[in-house]
T-cell receptor, first 114, second 113 residues
């Protein structure tokens, strides 16, 4: 199957700082990327949908000013957690899709905010 | 509204036996896909099996098979000949058309030696 990478795989930061997570589709052009968040012992919850070249669509309850998503190219989407707080500590997973491929998931990024 | 329901928070199975993980879904879209993923402690989402809404036959992938009952809106995962390495969280998911993928709450499977 197709390969989706995420960087970094884990990050620890101080409260109040911003963290950027990259999601790349390595061998296909992803017209759409999805960002999910998973708290411990819970399921994956969709945060936002990003289409290349347009603004992301956020799910209800997700602050768009706090979770900035940029999908500047067909192979790269970034999620920036601005002014991170301990409650933002979670596992963030991206997935990539085009009309020719099913969804493929990245390996996830574990964020810990101290 | 919850669209994917997994009613088994945890399941136990003896090694080498078969186990069925339940999943029901709700949609009015005639075109949808049903997926099962395995998530070990590393967190990686491992794709196991896919069933399209128009597929006539149940999907099979090695030891995994999907018992698709469209009228009942169920898509149960059957794992045959369980192995210790099958112990993990299992998520059922649905994708309507080319929209996003929604997940059930998950089932934690433990394989006993």
């Amino acid at each position: 199957g197709a390969v989706v990478s995420q960087h970094p795989s884990w990050v620890i930061c101080k409260s109040g700082t911003s963290v950027k997570i990259e999601c790349r589709s390595l061998d296909f052009q992803a017209t759409t990327m999805f960002w999910y968040r998973q708290f411990p012992k819970q399921s994956l919850m969709l945060m936002a949908t990003s289409n290349e070249g347009s603004k992301a669509t956020y799910e209800q309850g997700v602050e768009k000013d706090k979770f900035l998503i940029n999908h500047a190219s067909l192979t790269l989407s970034t999620l920036t957690v601005t002014s991170a707080h301990p409650e933002d500590s979670s596992f963030y997973i991206c997935s990539a899709s085009s009309r020719d491929y099913p969804l493929f998931f990245g390996p996830g990024t574990r964020l810990t905010v101290l | 509204a919850q669209k994917i329901t997994q009613t088994q928070p945890g399941m136990f199975v003896q090694e080498k036996e078969a186990v069925t993980l339940d999943c029901t879904y709700d949609t009015s879209d005639p075109s949808y896909g049903l997926f099962w993923y395995k998530q070990p402690s590393s967190g990686e989402m491992i794709f196991l099996i896919y069933q399209g809404s128009y597929d006539q036959q149940n999907a099979t992938e090695g030891r995994y098979s999907l018992n698709f009952q469209k009228a009942r809106k169920s898509a149960n995962l059957v794992i045959s000949a369980s192995q210790l390495g099958d112990s993990a969280m299992y998520f059922c998911a649905m994708r309507e058309g080319f929209n996003d993928m929604r997940f059930g709450a998950g089932t934690r499977l433990t394989v006993k030696p």
